[in-house]
T-cell receptor, first 115, second 111 residues
Framework: EAGVAQSPRYKIIEKRQSVAFWCNPISGHATLYWYQQILGQGPKLLIQFQNNGVVDDSQLPKDRFSAERLKGVDSTLKIQPAKLEDSAVYLC?????????????FGPGTRLTVL | GDSVTQMEGPVTLSEEAFLTINCTYTATGYPSLFWYVQYPGEGLQLLLKATKADDKGSNKGFEATYRKETTSFHLEKGSVQVSDSAVYFCALHTGGFKTIFGAGTRLFVKA
């Protein structure tokens, strides 16, 4: 079974530029998550989708971050414009459903450096 | 609000030593509790989980018991190996779509 795919793996941009990350979850997984992991910290949930609907985006900085999950499969996370404090690893995860007992499966992450 | 607190690292042990990594949580309702591990150069992966009070999760010689009375989910292993060197994250998932991770504890095991 293929795992969660993410691209790119690394990205370096200047502040105020835009960037987009892509995620392809495990086939058949209804729920998709985007996390931000700053160096030395645990992952922080940014947004959670159930199929193509948003179920939680309370920690997404909506003035600069946006995410979509068209057709309930792939997802993109965009930052526009980027700030220095956005430097982090962006993790995508998926699970079968949204039950609290569901295991989340993580992709390798995209390491973003904002200069 | 809901939160997860882990013991700070790094934790350095010799091979075959006993490991405990403490994790306590604050949550409304009845969350499920998880330990995820991140080996060097790899992505996060599930190590074990427990979905209700008094459940014990176990995998690869690691164990953790969901203690509602002490709001804890401490990770233990009787004899660590060099290959267990990694960062360990305690996490809770609630039915209200909340997923909260602890800050992580880095473990170094010396041969």
């Amino acid at each position: 079974e293929a795992g969660v795919a993410q691209s790119p793996r690394y990205k370096i941009i200047e502040k105020r530029q835009s960037v987009a990350f892509w995620c392809n979850p495990i086939s058949g997984h209804a729920t998709l998550y985007w996390y931000q992991q700053i160096l030395g910290q645990g992952p922080k949930l940014l947004i959670q989708f159930q199929n193509n609907g948003v179920v939680d985006d309370s920690q997404l900085p909506k003035d600069r971050f946006s995410a979509e999950r068209l057709k309930g499969v792939d997802s993109t996370l965009k930052i526009q414009p980027a700030k220095l404090e956005d430097s982090a690893v962006y993790l995508c995860a998926s699970s079968l459903e949204t039950a609290s007992t569901d295991t989340q499966y993580f992709g390798p992450g995209t390491r973003l450096t904002v200069l | 609000g809901d939160s997860v607190t882990q013991m700070e690292g790094p934790v350095t042990l010799s091979e075959e030593a006993f490991l405990t990594i403490n994790c306590t949580y604050t949550a409304t309702g009845y969350p499920s509790l998880f330990w995820y591990v991140q080996y060097p150069g790899e992505g996060l992966q599930l190590l074990l989980k427990a979905t209700k009070a008094d459940d014990k999760g176990s995998n690869k010689g690691f164990e953790a018991t969901y203690r509602k009375e002490t709001t804890s989910f401490h990770l233990e292993k009787g004899s660590v190996q060099v290959s267990d060197s990694a960062v360990y994250f305690c996490a809770l998932h609630t039915g209200g779509f909340k997923t909260i991770f602890g800050a992580g504890t880095r473990l170094f095991v010396k041969a």
